[in-house]
């Protein structure tokens, strides 16, 4: 008898899992645990929310995680300025309507000291108005673990990225002193100084990331949706135009049906051609993708590469 | 129930052709970009190479793209309509142990590399028995380079028996053969003219079919709580205490009974709790919040399981323990030990034997292990672990140990 209800559950479980339990939910409860692994081992963990569709999935992740309870961290974006204003306005929305403690933190000096990519170079600016100011953040709030929505697709140098990466005192990643990571064990041991930044999208690939934005239907910038925008083309890629501080002596703006595929800074990502005005249809674009989305930040190419950013305590 | 994700690790001497196979899996299946793919050929022309060289789109950190060697576990992506896969990628040279250990704990299936000029070397066996060490049953022996032995069947079939004689040593595990030229494409995703003797499916095929039958779910109920959830008071939930946790293995009902360890504490299920509404029952791998007939002292570290065949609660057990770190092991150390989520301090306090892992050969007596050394060791702990034998769970079977300096020094397999 006993027995008999055994064998039967046991079909039971086989059959509704392999019904029901599709890859995305197998990286939705990876995820989950991973934050709950993160609440759990640090004292002031923080969400750094860069307004993009990484961010906006983890962030749903995150409130499935500690459902019914509140986020049980704030969420930190590092406004370098130049960023769209549509993200701005979606930031302070969703987060209002969601009731996240938002914190916004900018490198105000070298804003005022008029930082641009057009003036210092790409990886120069960068590295004052993302990655120092993150670095600045994350010590004035003493935060101990940062978690960001990098996936290890992304990019040759993110294949080998840990879960739980370690940052020394200085915020600097050392490929020799990453831990093993074995099942599920994360760990999150730490000395005073050092950080850890938390992945919990690791497994996730583009792809993944928009079903499951379709599947969820989970709030986006509309940047990510096509539409008729003004663009300049440089060097192969289609760079926002409706500021003209961001152009270059010549170039002429043109009108081009365009979605962003990535959202960084105006003068920093390019747009991608493409007429993909729903969910479904940029999900159907991504699964025939054939460039990868990095290639239209700017900051990944040239001399200074994704590898150095991360030594110096960029994501 | 894994059906629909496959992870796998790789596994192969150095040269044996597994970049140049990864590579091609990814750019035959779109799990590399076209930039991805100029960038690597641009590569190859620097370098004086011609077209595209598949191996180079693998290659990761810089500081190894120059040495041409791969130093740690690389994670690669690819998806076909039936799969999505993950590629535990672990590089072949001397340190191979430790990197070995560290991809399959996380996968399912081992894709082992052979050189068909060299047929079953030392190293084949290594990796093969550190694999299913690590509790993988299912492997996929690639006999690569077969263009350079002129697609013959009969080399072919003798490598297999070789494998085939040796594997069986280790048993309950599944192996498939294949015959295959990464550098030629006989075979991965396609079909191969020059050798129309093989009617067997070809790599893709296997990656795609093979069912893990991930046994998680049959197995019996785990739930380590990860944390305890006490939102504030709202009109749904005014007085909410609930468990955070990813079931480890089997399935749990609303009104099942259950124990709590180590207190050994009994139970019900009153709810399953998530944000896409309640749950009658919830399977291995879900992520999930449970709520208990009784307010017990419960908290992270502690294990929900069903009341009969229970874990096992330990303050002593055997285990087979893989040494990673570049400092050795000192016996009655104080280290750090975590299993499932619970964190204890734990000794060494002895050494059964090493593992030779080229003869298979017991070594002792030994008194210490260095890096990549592997062998059975005796651990005692100051707080109980609620644990199963690894070759039973492998959710509640596996550890690590850390040192005083915070590094992940080893990991282990509990054998009790
Ligand atoms: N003829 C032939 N050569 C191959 C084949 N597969 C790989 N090779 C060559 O073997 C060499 C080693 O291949 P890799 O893919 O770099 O080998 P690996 O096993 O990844 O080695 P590491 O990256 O050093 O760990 C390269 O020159 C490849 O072009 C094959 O099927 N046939």
Redesign the interface.
């Known amino acids: 008898m006993v027995v008999g209800i055994e064998l039967e559950r046991v079909w039971l479980a086989f059959t509704t899992m392999t019904h029901d339990w599709t890859h995305l939910r197998e990286l939705e409860s990876e995820s989950i645990y991973i934050l709950r692994e993160t609440v759990a081992q640090f004292r002031n963990p923080v969400l750094l929310y860069s307004v993009g569709k990484d961010s906006s999935v983890l962030v749903h992740l995150a409130r499935k995680a500690f459902y019914p309870g509140p986020l049980p961290f704030p969420l930190l974006h590092v406004d370098t300025g130049y960023k769209f204003k549509e993200m701005l306005e979606f930031r302070d929305r969703f987060t209002k309507q969601i009731g996240a403690r938002l914190i916004v933190h900018r490198n105000e000096d070298s804003i005022a000291a008029g930082a641009h990519p057009l003036k210092l170079g790409v990886a120069r600016c960068c590295g004052q108005l993302k990655t120092a100011a993150l670095l600045h953040a994350l010590d004035k709030y003493q935060f101990d673990a940062a978690i960001g929505g990098a996936r290890r697709e992304e990019e040759r140098s993110r294949a080998k990225e840990r879960v739980f990466s370690l940052r020394d005192a200085f915020g600097q990643w050392d490929p020799r002193r990453q831990r093993p990571e074995l099942w599920s064990l994360y760990s999150g041991a730490i000395h005073e100084g050092e950080t850890i930044r938390v992945f919990p999208l690791s497994n996730w690939t583009e792809r993944d990331i928009w079903q499951y934005i379709v599947q969820e239907n989970i709030p986006v910038v509309p940047l990510y949706y096509a539409q008729e925008r003004l663009v300049v083309r440089r060097n192969g890629t289609l760079i926002p135009a409706d500021d003209s501080m961001h152009l270059k002596d010549g170039e002429v703006p043109e009108k081009v049906w365009v979605r962003y595929r990535t959202l960084g800074c105006v003068p920093c990502t390019g747009a991608v051609e493409s007429r993909a005005t729903t969910l479904e249809e940029i999900a159907e674009e991504t699964g025939v993708a054939k460039i990868s989305e990095r290639s239209t930040r700017i900051i990944d190419h040239g001399a200074n590469t994704m590898e150095d950013k991360k030594r110096e305590g960029y994501f | 129930?894994?059906?629909?994700?496959l992870r796998f690790t790789t596994a192969g001497n150095v040269d044996d052709g597994k970049s140049t196979l990864i590579g091609r899996l990814l750019v035959e299946t779109?799990g590399a970009?076209?930039?991805?793919i100029e960038g690597a050929k641009r590569e190859n022309e620097r370098r004086g190479g011609k077209g595209i060289d598949f191996s180079l789109l693998?290659?990761?950190?810089?500081?190894e793209r120059e040495q041409g060697i791969t130093?740690?576990?690389?994670?690669?992506?690819f998806?076909t309509p039936k799969?999505?896969f993950?590629i535990a990628d672990a590089p072949g040279h001397e340190q191979y142990t430790?990197n070995l250990?560290?991809s399959a704990?996380?996968s399912d299936l081992a894709v082992i590399l052979i050189d068909a000029r060299n047929g079953v070397v030392t190293q084949s066996r290594r990796h093969a028995f550190i694999a299913h060490l690590l509790g993988i049953r299912h492997f996929i022996v690639a006999i690569n380079k077969m263009d350079l032995v002129d697609y013959r069947r009969e080399r072919y079939e003798e490598i297999r028996n070789d494998f085939m004689n040796f594997i069986d040593r280790l048993g309950g595990a599944a192996i498939y053969c294949v015959p295959i030229s990464a550098l030629e494409g006989d075979l991965v995703t396609e079909r191969s003219a020059r050798m129309a003797w093989y009617t067997g499916p070809k790599l893709l095929e296997l990656l795609e079919s093979i069912e893990v039958d991930d046994q998680q779910?049959?197995l019996h109920f785990r739930f380590p709580v990860?944390?305890v959830?006490?939102?504030?008071a709202?009109a749904?939930?005014p007085d909410?205490r609930?468990y955070?946790?990813?079931v480890a293995s089997g399935?749990i009902?609303v009104g099942d009974h259950v124990v709590v360890l180590p207190s050994r504490a009994r139970t019900t299920i009153t709810g399953i709790?998530?944000?896409?509404g309640p749950l009658q029952?919830a399977?291995a791998?879900?992520?999930v919040?449970l709520t208990l007939a009784d307010d017990l002292d419960v908290g992270?570290g502690d294990m929900i399981s069903c009341e009969p065949q229970p874990p096992q609660v330990r303050t002593e057990f055997e285990a087979t323990l893989c040494w990673?770190s570049e400092r050795k092991l000192h016996l009655n150390h104080r280290y750090?030990l975590?299993?499932t989520?619970k964190t204890v301090r734990a000794i060494i306090n002895e050494i059964d034997y090493r593992l030779n892992v080229n003869t298979l050969e017991r070594e002792s007596p030994v008194t210490e292990f260095q890096t990549n050394d592997i062998g059975q060791v005796r651990i005692k702990t100051l707080q109980p672990v609620v644990c199963d034998p690894y070759s039973v769970n492998?959710?509640t079977g596996?550890?690590?140990i850390?040192d005083e300096n915070?590094?992940?020094v080893a990991?282990g397999t509990i054998t009790l």
Do not use: C, W
Request: net charge positive.
């Open positions: 129930m894994s059906s629909n994700v779109q970009f076209e930039d991805q693998t290659d990761g950190l810089r500081a130093i740690d576990v690389a994670y690669r992506y998806a799969r999505k993950i430790r250990v560290t704990s996380t779910h049959k990860q944390l959830s006490r939102p504030p709202s749904e939930f909410f609930g955070m946790g990813r399935s009902r709790v998530t944000q896409d029952e399977f791998r879900q992520a919040t992270r990673m750090v975590r299993h989520t492998r959710q596996g550890f690590i850390i915070d590094d992940t990991a």
